[in-house]
């Protein structure tokens, strides 16, 4: 699959970890793997609350959804399933859906790359990451590993769930507060 995606993302209830092996791997390059960050591209989806219809199957799921560990909202569009947003005209959702789909493909702060190599594993969470494989392997030969994926939950969304962002702007400011509580402590001594 050559493009970015989280795994059987159009199962009512999606894939939790992942853990892949690769064992067996010719030449110097692996078919890297890049991993983006669902949780920091939530920040930016403005139509949280609004669900998504996926493929032949016949399931809807929320835009944005809220991680049932974290409740943190992640973003959950797939372009390999997602086919429109519900309550939207078909060319409001396709505009929209185009800009999430670039928005995961062109962020870089939240993105990460794997490289493989023999016996590498990497281990992921399908319900707040979307990824896609490099062949950049295709002239070595072929590769092997293994794959063992865990079932989750079905994906909902929390109205008042806080996107990472927001989470880490309430504790900078908590921690400025609370040094300046300190210096004015420490001053008034």
């Known amino acids: 699959m050559n493009s970015w995606h989280s795994d059987v993302s159009y199962e009512?209830?999606?894939?939790?970890f992942t853990f892949l092996k690769i064992d067996t791997?010719?030449?110097?390059?692996?078919?890297?793997?890049?991993?983006?960050?669902s949780k920091e591209q939530a920040a930016a989806a403005v139509v949280?609350?609004?669900?998504v219809h996926r493929g032949d199957i016949e399931h809807i799921h929320p835009i944005a959804r809220t991680h049932?560990?974290?409740?943190?909202?992640?973003?959950?569009?797939q372009p390999n399933f997602t086919r429109r947003i519900v309550?939207?005209?078909?060319?409001?959702?396709?505009?929209?859906?185009?800009?999430?789909?670039?928005?995961i493909i062109g962020d870089y702060d939240f993105h990460v790359r794997?490289?493989?190599?023999?016996?590498?594993?990497?281990?992921?969470?399908?319900?707040?990451?979307s990824h896609v494989a490099i062949f950049n392997h295709l002239d070595y030969g072929k590769r092997h590993g293994w794959r063992i994926t865990t079932q989750a939950e079905r994906p909902?969304?929390?109205?008042?769930?806080?996107?990472?962002?927001?989470?880490l702007t309430e504790k900078r400011v908590a921690a400025e507060d609370h040094a300046k509580y300190n210096y004015n402590k420490n001053k008034n001594l």
Do not use: C, M
């Open 48 to 51: 949280q609350g609004h669900t």
């Open 25 to 37: 791997l010719l030449g110097e390059a692996g078919g890297d793997t890049i991993w983006a960050s």
């Open 87 to 103: 309550g939207f005209s078909k060319d409001e959702s396709n505009a929209l859906l185009k800009l999430l789909y670039g928005h």
């Open 68 to 77: 049932p560990v974290t409740g943190l909202k992640a973003l959950f569009v």
């Open 156 to 167: 909902y969304y929390v109205p008042n769930s806080k996107s990472r962002r927001q989470v």
């Open 114 to 129: 794997f490289k493989w190599t023999e016996n590498a594993v990497a281990v992921w969470d399908n319900r707040i990451t």
């Open 12 to 16: 009512l209830q999606r894939p939790g």
